[in-house]
């Protein structure tokens, strides 16, 4: 199999791993990047992006991250496409394996795969992409201002979409596949006392509908007949909140994980327990999955990396 060595290999190309590569660029590491299943990431699937900072009108998830991506080449980062198959993180240099066919041997390394958010299924999903569909409240809650949503989730981040976007829509429908909801005792009561929330129990969404983006979607509530009844709802913007699925699976035997499969670094900085591999992005954060703090958070790799480095002897 075909071997190649750097000083410094990037896996991911949201704005965790073309920051990283910005960084290492400018401080003359010659990094390598590899966009992944989906180059751009996340951001790529969304619209319209306003909470960037930079960017007073906003811009369009697709056109920052070829900014970003302009930026890094620009410093000289070498970007690729292919996908990271395989991974033997047992002692230095690192082994990456692309496409199952190609060894990138790497004296440093930074994690970026991201998370890939978690949906219902539905052809409609995919469909109204960017329409109305979203898995980020933060993110896109701000476009439906007096408007009505819906979230589907009953743990606590779908409780906390909810009530954030409580604050801005007309009206939230939490839709609850379960007779109860999964979240925490205090979510449960802020949820339950909201006058714009509306749970709906033993809810499922099975379809949307709408011709110039989202209008509506259609439930089933209760599967079982005779008790099942199918109705609609008029909406304008359908939020995911099931979980995010980090893209750490090939990392595993090497790092620690959180019972989801978040990668656990050491504290606030990007160090995971293997010396030299350092974990950025979504892929090492449950928490915030903001663009900017994965920006944030690729700059600190990239800094980390290029220590490293320098320590060992490496540069």
Same mark, same amino acid.
């Given at each position: 199999?075909?071997?190649?060595?750097?000083?410094?290999?990037? &896996?991911?190309?949201?704005?965790?791993? $073309?920051? %990283?590569?910005? $960084?290492?660029?400018?401080?003359? #590491?010659?990094?390598?990047?590899?966009?992944?299943?989906?180059?751009?990431?996340?951001? *790529?699937?969304?619209?319209?992006?306003?909470?960037?900072?930079?960017?007073?009108?906003?811009?369009?998830?697709?056109?920052?991250?070829?900014? #970003?991506?302009?930026?890094?080449?620009?410093?000289? %980062?070498?970007?690729?496409?292919?996908?990271?198959?395989?991974?033997? #993180?047992?002692?230095?240099?690192?082994? =990456?394996?692309?496409?199952?066919?190609?060894? =990138?041997?790497?004296?440093? #390394?930074? &994690?970026?795969?991201?998370?890939?958010?978690?949906?219902?299924?539905?052809?409609?999903?995919?469909?109204?992409?960017?329409?109305?569909?979203?898995?980020?409240? *933060?993110?896109?809650?701000?476009?439906?201002?007096?408007?009505?949503?819906?979230?589907?989730?009953?743990?606590?981040?779908?409780?906390?979409?909810? &009530?954030?976007? /409580?604050?801005?829509?007309?009206?939230?429908?939490?839709?609850?596949?379960?007779?109860?909801?999964? !979240?925490?005792?205090?979510?449960?009561?802020?949820?339950?006392?909201?006058?714009? &929330?509306?749970?709906?129990?033993?809810?499922?969404?099975?379809?949307?509908?709408?011709?110039?983006?989202?209008?509506?979607?259609?439930?089933?509530?209760?599967?079982?007949?005779?008790?099942?009844?199918?109705?609609?709802?008029?909406?304008?913007?359908?939020?995911? %909140?099931?979980?995010?699925?980090?893209?750490?699976?090939?990392?595993?035997?090497?790092?620690? +994980?959180?019972?989801?499969?978040?990668? =656990? +670094?050491?504290?606030?900085?990007?160090? *995971?327990?293997?010396?030299?591999?350092? !974990?950025?992005?979504?892929?090492?954060?449950?928490?915030?999955?903001?663009?900017? *703090?994965?920006?944030?958070?690729?700059?600190?790799?990239?800094?980390? /990396?290029?220590? $490293?480095?320098?320590?060992?002897?490496? =540069?």
């Amino acid at each position: 199999m075909e071997t190649e060595r750097i000083k410094c290999l990037i &896996i991911g190309s949201g704005p965790a791993g $073309y920051t %990283a590569a910005i $960084y290492a660029g400018r401080a003359n #590491l010659s990094p390598v990047l590899y966009e992944g299943i989906q180059p751009g990431g996340q951001l *790529t699937t969304t619209t319209d992006v306003e909470n960037f900072p930079g960017y007073p009108q906003g811009i369009s998830g697709p056109q920052l991250m070829e900014d #970003l991506r302009t930026q890094a080449e620009r410093f000289g %980062a070498d970007i690729r496409f292919g996908i990271a198959t395989a991974s033997d #993180l047992g002692q230095a240099p690192y082994k =990456i394996t692309i496409d199952g066919e190609k060894v =990138i041997e790497a004296d440093s #390394l930074i &994690i970026a795969t991201g998370a890939t958010a978690k949906y219902l299924g539905l052809d409609d999903e995919k469909r109204y992409a960017g329409m109305g569909v979203s898995a980020c409240a *933060t993110c896109d809650g701000f476009f439906y201002r007096k408007k009505v949503v819906a979230v589907v989730g009953g743990g606590d981040t779908a409780c906390e979409e909810a &009530i954030y976007l /409580a604050g801005l829509a007309s009206k939230v429908y939490l839709v609850v596949r379960k007779p109860y909801l999964r !979240a925490s005792k205090i979510m449960q009561e802020r949820v339950m006392k909201h006058d714009k &929330i509306e749970v709906l129990f033993e809810h499922n969404v099975v379809g949307l509908f709408g011709d110039n983006g989202v209008e509506g979607m259609n439930l089933v509530k209760r599967w079982e007949e005779p008790d099942e009844e199918r109705y609609s709802l008029p909406i304008d913007g359908f939020f995911l %909140a099931i979980g995010h699925k980090p893209n750490s699976d090939i990392f595993k035997p090497y790092l620690d +994980t959180d019972e989801v499969g978040y990668i =656990i +670094t050491d504290g606030d900085s990007p160090r *995971t327990k293997v010396p030299g591999v350092f !974990a950025a992005g979504d892929v090492a954060d449950s928490h915030y999955r903001q663009a900017i *703090t994965a920006a944030g958070s690729g700059c600190k790799a990239a800094i980390e /990396a290029e220590r $490293y480095l320098s320590e060992k002897g490496l =540069i």
